[in-house]
């Protein structure tokens, strides 16, 4: 096995933390999905909308994301996306999170193609309750 191959083992990538990067380019995001981690932290980040977009179709087996400190216009394509099953969201100070984004966010799909951020379908209920994002941020 070349070193190449050793490198890009999926069992040596469970784990990213991009947190505090400046820019998260093409090749980045590219290297995310050739690595398919369960836990992605890109707190803090000046990802887009439509990076997170095209991150979060690609990554199915992600069961904790981190966008703390990240802006609503961006974290918002969680509600757009075909969404994994998520353990574990992390949106505290997320800029500009309102209760009804909040609402958004964790409301069923229509059309009942993004499972994975309905209350029904997580463990992480308790995270997200209006209360506990309202009291993180004015602290």
């Known amino acids: 096995m070349s070193y190449y191959s050793r490198c890009c083992d999926k069992r040596l990538w469970t784990q990213i933390d991009l947190s505090r990067q400046r820019s998260i380019t093409p090749p980045m995001l590219s290297s995310i999905i050739r690595r398919q981690p369960v836990s992605l932290n890109l707190g803090y980040t000046n990802i887009s909308k439509k990076q997170l977009m095209w991150l979060i179709n690609r990554l199915q087996g992600l069961l904790e994301l981190n966008v703390a400190g990240c802006s609503w216009s961006s974290v918002s394509a969680l509600c757009q996306s075909v969404c994994p099953c998520l353990r574990l969201l992390d949106l505290s100070w997320v800029e500009d999170l309102k209760d009804s984004h909040l609402k958004e966010l964790l409301a069923p799909p229509s059309n009942d193609t993004r499972s994975g951020?309905?209350?029904?379908?997580?463990h992480a209920q308790p995270m997200f309750t209006e209360s506990a994002v309202k009291t993180e941020k004015y602290l």
């Open 117 to 122: 951020l309905s209350l029904t379908h997580t």
